[in-house]
């Protein structure tokens, strides 16, 4: 079973960056479309963006088009994504998820805050 830990979340201003991270583990990392998902207070649960196992098609939702970067290390069993001026409607718990038959398993998810 596919073990998945995110972390660079946090609490910043409007305009600044972060990375998340997610490390990966119990799997062939490579064989799986990965993605990041946030969930903000009250809402479902949304996707953020995709990306394939070899890392050469991507998908954004239009929300962080231009801002944020998916991208993942095979070598490394990691998956990141550098978020760049940010806003505060980004405040959310993201996760990351393998997508096989469908997404999940999912980590625990980190938090970023983003104050105006």
């Known amino acids: 079973q596919v073990q998945l830990v995110e972390s660079g979340g946090g609490l910043v201003q409007a305009g600044d960056s972060l990375r998340l991270s997610c490390a990966a583990s119990g799997r062939t990392f490579s064989r799986y479309n990965m993605g990041w998902f946030r969930q903000a207070p009250g809402k479902e649960r949304e996707i953020v963006a995709r990306i394939s196992g070899s890392g050469l098609s991507t998908y954004y939702a239009d929300f962080v088009k231009g801002r944020f970067t998916i991208s993942r290390d095979n070598t490394k069993n990691t998956l990141y994504l550098p978020m760049n001026s940010l806003k505060p409607e980004d405040t959310a718990v993201y996760y990351c998820?393998?997508?096989?038959?469908?997404?999940?398993?999912w980590g625990q998810g980190t938090q970023v805050t983003v104050s105006s």
């Open positions: 998820a393998v997508q096989d038959t469908d997404w999940g398993p």
